[in-house]
Each structure stands twice: as structure tokens, then as C-alpha cells.
Nanobody, 125 residues
Framework: QVQLVESGGGLVKAGDSLRISCVVSGLTFSEYHIGWFRQAPGKEREFVATMTWNGRTPYYADSVKGRFTISRDNAKNTLYLQMDTLKPEDTAVYYC??????????????????WGQGTQVTVSS
């Protein structure tokens, strides 16, 4: 059974930094391009970032490029998202997710079929 568990969310002020984590079990983590998504109240879930299995190629949404950094530790089955210079519009529940097959990169939520429970990130102005 595939499980993804996010942690590290919280309440911060605009301009602050935060790092969230996603621990994955039940699949060969080193073969999957795990992604970060977020969903704000009243909005659709949107892509934030993902990276290839070896950590060499990251992909970012334009809205977070230059502020967020995705990384992974294959020895710990863990994906990270370092969020710097946070803005109130970054407020959302952040989810990690595994795509429906290994070695597959996609930015569309429908290409992902296993989701964590999410971690809340709130940025005050």
C-alpha cells in the first residue's frame, strides 16, 4: 500500500521561510518523480514542483520559481520543499503525490493517483 505523509507546515509571516517534507512508503521511491501540489480555499489543486528520480532536473510552477526549491533524499524516501520569501498567496494545503507510473514527469494533478493528507501552510501579511 502506497502512503505519502507530509509534515512541516505552519503559520509564518510574509517573507519568512518554511521547509515541508513528504515521506513515501510502499513504492520504490528512487523510481518516482514525486510532485508537490497545493490547494487554496475555493481554488483548484495546482502544480507546485516536481523533480526527476535522480534529483537532477527540477520543474517549478512560474508562481514559485526562484523562491521554492525541491529536493529529495532517496536513502530516506523523502521529498522536501524549501519555501523562501513566502507570500500570502502561497497560503494553501500542500500535498505530495506519486504519479501513476515510474520515471514519469507530469504537472497535471490527474496524472497522479496517490496523495498524502496534506499539510497546511498559512502566510500572514
Amino acid at each position: 500500500q502506497v502512503q505519502l505523509v507530509e509534515s512541516g507546515g505552519g503559520l509564518v509571516k510574509a517573507g519568512d521561510s518554511l521547509r515541508i517534507s513528504c515521506v513515501v512508503s510502499g513504492l520504490t521511491f528512487s523510481e518516482y518523480h514525486i510532485g508537490w501540489f497545493r490547494q487554496a480555499p475555493g481554488k483548484e489543486r495546482e502544480f507546485v514542483a516536481t523533480m526527476t528520480w535522480n534529483g537532477r532536473t527540477p520543474y517549478y510552477a512560474d508562481s514559485v520559481k526562484g523562491r521554492f526549491t525541491i529536493s529529495r533524499d532517496n536513502a530516506k524516501n523523502t521529498l522536501y520543499l524549501q519555501m523562501d520569501t513566502l507570500k500570502p498567496e502561497d497560503t494553501a494545503v500542500y500535498y505530495c503525490s506519486a504519479p501513476n507510473r515510474p520515471f514519469y514527469t507530469n504537472t497535471v494533478p490527474s496524472a497522479y493517483n496517490v496523495w498524502g493528507q496534506g499539510t497546511q501552510v498559512t502566510v500572514s501579511s
